[in-house]
């Protein structure tokens, strides 16, 4: 019999985990102080005079190459629990497993064509 009052927990928790961000949000928007001078809108470089413009462009193979990077380091977050139980799960996750490091292989050869892994 499913019954609706075994998760009152969870939902409570859902509810006050969701609502507490919102409210520390609305609140320092309140209490934060509104001026803003031109003091407050310069950069600030380690309390010297900030000289030219602040904003920089950075080139797109940087992005690239930092994308490129936190795919195959998530890639290695999600192998790492299923390598320590191989044994336990058979032969169907391994396969599932397999199709996973060859999609991330299909994106490096793709990074690779499209010289995004090439620094100058």
């Given at each position: 019999?499913?019954?609706?009052?075994?998760y009152?927990?969870?939902?409570?928790?859902?509810?006050?985990s969701?609502?507490i961000p919102?409210?520390?949000?609305?609140i320092?928007?309140f209490?934060?102080?509104s001026?803003k001078?031109?003091?407050?809108?310069s950069?600030y470089?380690?309390g010297?005079e900030?000289?030219?413009?602040?904003w920089?462009?950075?080139?797109?193979?940087?992005?690239?190459?930092?994308?490129?990077f936190v795919v195959f380091d998530?890639?290695?977050?999600?192998?790492?629990?299923?390598?320590m139980?191989f044994?336990v799960?058979?032969v169907?996750?391994?396969?599932e497993?397999?199709?996973?490091?060859?999609?991330?292989i299909?994106?490096?050869?793709?990074?690779?064509?499209?010289?995004a892994?090439?620094?100058?």
């Amino acid at each position: 019999m499913f019954l609706l009052y075994e998760y009152d927990i969870f939902w409570a928790f859902l509810i006050i985990s969701s609502l507490i961000p919102i409210l520390v949000f609305f609140i320092s928007g309140f209490l934060a102080p509104s001026s803003k001078g031109p003091e407050k809108l310069s950069s600030y470089e380690s309390g010297i005079e900030p000289i030219g413009d602040a904003w920089l462009q950075f080139r797109i193979r940087y992005y690239m190459f930092a994308l490129v990077f936190v795919v195959f380091d998530v890639e290695t977050v999600f192998l790492y629990p299923w390598a320590m139980s191989f044994d336990v799960l058979g032969v169907s996750v391994f396969v599932e497993a397999l199709i996973f490091v060859l999609i991330l292989i299909v994106g490096l050869v793709y990074a690779w064509r499209k010289r995004a892994l090439e620094w100058s």
